[in-house]
């Protein structure tokens, strides 16, 4: 590998533009080459982020060999093939979340990546974000004493039409697995896998959830109580909530540049600044990993992703909401 990691990118969206972005604002990442569905695509992507090469297929991009990790950004449904295919073709894969459409999946990907000898992460960039490190530290240490109650949620407005991917089942539709996935992984990072599950949900016409609550049970008495919809902007906020005081994070709590620690009445407020975007550090974390020889990275380590994907199939199968057939909708 050269000095600089050279990075592929594996669709040309929204996200993938905004991770090329950030990328430029880190001296040890290049980003060496961009494909598509489509050579045009691919081509207009390129020119755009002045990025050397373009490839009209998926399978170009991961047989490219000046690419040394490949960032894919596909809708969910497609999660599982991109990086199946860029794994099998020998590249280091930084997957976008969530991971795939269910566990199933996700422990397929992870058991070729350790066949492989690859380095493969879940890009839950709100695990690599300055500020939730920092809570996960405090927490760890005790600064709050025992949790016993966590709060999140992540809802937003807009008129999405059936064929949008978020409703659109076919590309792994639906509140849950696009927004749900933060505040489901934000308890999972102070709680752990929980030990009950219950969930309810509006469906849309499309049989995919746009208003979800979610409430997880831990046996030491813990309760996580979490919401996601498409339906109507929510404060997107997060409570931790401990024996001896709380933590809040503000909006948005997956990216907060700031939070306030309470120890019983006296309140603490932390900055923690955010460069650029704030998808940078998760990209760093994977350049960390390559340069150590890792498989897997220790803030985003595989039996989390794992666990997390259990919980949403627990809570896909409680509201009713059903993908197979890599995204058709089975009803
Ligand atoms: N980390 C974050 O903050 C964040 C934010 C937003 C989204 N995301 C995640 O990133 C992923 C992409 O989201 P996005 O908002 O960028 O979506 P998007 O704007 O719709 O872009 C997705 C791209 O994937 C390709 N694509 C479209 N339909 C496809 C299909 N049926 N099969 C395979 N590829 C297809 C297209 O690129 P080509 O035409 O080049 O093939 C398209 O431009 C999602 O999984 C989402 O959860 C993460």
Redesign the pocket.
């Known amino acids: 590998m050269t000095s600089r990691t050279r990075w592929g990118i594996l669709?040309?969206?929204?996200?993938?533009g905004t991770f090329v972005e950030d990328l430029a604002l880190l001296p040890d990442a290049e980003v060496a080459a961009v494909g598509?569905?489509?050579a045009e695509?691919?081509r207009r992507f390129a020119e755009r982020h002045g990025i050397p090469r373009a490839h009209g297929s998926w399978a170009d991009l991961a047989a490219d060999p000046d690419v040394d990790v490949v960032y894919v950004?596909?809708?969910?449904?497609?999660?599982h093939e991109a990086t199946r295919l860029c794994l099998e073709a020998g590249k280091a894969v930084l997957c976008?979340?969530p991971f795939t459409l269910d566990l199933a999946a996700t422990q397929d990907l992870i058991t070729l990546a350790g066949e492989r000898g690859l380095f493969l992460m879940e890009?839950m960039?709100m695990r690599t974000i300055p500020a939730v490190r920092r809570i996960a530290e405090l927490v760890a240490d005790g600064a709050i004493g025992e949790v016993t109650a966590v709060y999140a949620d992540f809802g937003i407005g807009g008129d999405f039409p059936p064929t949008h991917?978020l409703r659109d089942p076919a590309?792994g539709g639906g509140a849950l697995l696009?927004l749900g996935v933060y505040p489901v992984t934000f308890a999972h990072l102070f709680l752990g896998p929980p030990q009950r599950i219950a969930a309810l949900a509006n469906l849309t016409p499309e049989a995919v959830d746009d208003n979800t609550g979610i409430i997880l049970g831990y046996d030491s008495g813990a309760i996580a109580t979490l919401h996601c919809g498409i339906v109507g902007n929510s404060p997107v906020a997060a409570t931790i909530v401990g024996g001896t005081g709380r933590i809040e994070l503000p909006s948005p709590f997956f990216r907060p540049d700031r939070f306030t620690v309470y120890h019983g009445d006296r309140a603490e407020l932390v900055h923690a600044p955010i460069r650029g975007n704030g998808m940078g550090y998760e990209a760093e974390e994977v350049m960390r990993c390559l340069a150590d020889g890792r498989l897997e990275s220790p803030l985003v380590p595989w039996s989390e992703s794992l666990d997390v994907m259990r919980s949403l199939d627990a809570i896909r199968a409680q509201i009713g909401v059903d993908y197979e057939n890599n995204g058709r909708i089975a009803r």
């Open positions: 669709a040309t969206g929204g996200i993938a598509s569905r489509t695509a691919a950004a596909t809708p969910h449904s497609a999660h976008e979340k890009a960039w991917r590309l696009d």
